[in-house]
């Protein structure tokens, strides 16, 4: 037998499909392409770098003084 757990809370942080959409506003898309993969595969920000899913290309921001 299997006992039920109860209802899943639920995420206080915004799904992914509407964070996606926040780089596409205005009809523009603000972000880089990967230098790999070329068009249509965005970099992701980390703050410190931005990295490519789906190549594992990745750049560390350097703090312009």
Same mark, same amino acid.
């Given at each position: 037998?299997? !006992?039920? *757990?109860?209802? $899943?809370? %639920?995420?206080?942080?915004?799904?992914?499909?509407?964070?996606?959409?926040? !780089?596409? *506003?205005?009809? $523009?898309? %603000?972000?880089?392409?990967?230098?790999?993969?070329?068009?249509?595969?965005?970099?992701?920000?980390?703050?410190?770098?931005?990295?490519?899913?789906?190549?594992?290309?990745?750049?560390?921001?350097?703090?312009?003084?």
């Amino acid at each position: 037998m299997v !006992k039920e *757990k109860g209802k $899943k809370p %639920h995420s206080k942080t915004k799904h992914k499909s509407i964070k996606m959409w926040e !780089k596409y *506003k205005e009809g $523009k898309i %603000h972000g880089r392409w990967c230098p790999r993969c070329g068009a249509g595969v965005l970099l992701a920000d980390h703050g410190d770098r931005v990295t490519c899913g789906r190549c594992h290309y990745s750049e560390i921001k350097v703090e312009k003084e």
